[in-house]
């Protein structure tokens, strides 16, 4: 977790922080990522990186979750079968964010390595009457993304693929 060191920082400060981990972590993956390139790249002292965060991975996470919450701050709360145009527009959005944001490698490569690298997690469990629904739309909803960015020109047969699972009687 990013030190209150850090968050007190200039923002200008912090902003180059940023821009060096994300130059790093869409260059490389995680293991092969090196806080050597980061302090030179923020012009830093190494001292200073471990001052704000507790290692690489720390690091990772923390430009790893301003990217997510950005890319997915249009996105609707909640996918069920009444909203699958939204969600699949969604889904374009996402992807579009990820390019004009620049997050586009950086989550490629999370893809890539990185999410196995650092350890699957179990998929979140849904309650209620539409618990199983809702954690099936959720699970094709992500996998499609993870396919659209992997395999970019792929994008319109996929989504059109979604869109016939999730609107079939």
Do not use: C
Not at 16 to 25: D, G, N, S, W
Not at 65 to 73: G, W
Not at 111 to 126: A, I
């Amino acid at each position: 977790m990013v030190s209150n060191t850090f968050e007190h920082l200039a923002d200008d400060k912090q902003l180059r922080i940023r821009q060096a981990l994300l130059h790093e972590f869409s260059t490389y993956a995680l293991a092969q990522a090196q806080v050597a390139r980061i302090v030179a790249d923020a012009g830093i002292a190494r001292g200073a990186f471990y001052k704000y965060f507790s290692d690489l991975t720390d690091a990772y996470h923390y430009v790893l979750n301003i990217a997510l919450y950005e890319i997915h701050k249009s996105m609707p709360a909640v996918p069920t079968t009444d909203n699958v145009e939204t969600y699949i527009e969604s889904i374009q959005r996402f992807v579009q964010e990820t390019d004009k944001t620049g997050y586009r490698d950086l989550i490629a490569l999370h893809y890539r390595y990185n999410e196995g690298f650092l350890g699957n997690q179990p998929s979140k469990m849904f309650s209620g009457d539409h618990g199983a629904n809702q954690w099936a739309i959720t699970l094709l909803y992500h996998q499609t993304i993870k396919d659209i960015i992997l395999d970019p020109d792929t994008s319109s047969a996929r989504l059109a693929q979604l869109r016939f699972v999730l609107t079939r009687n």
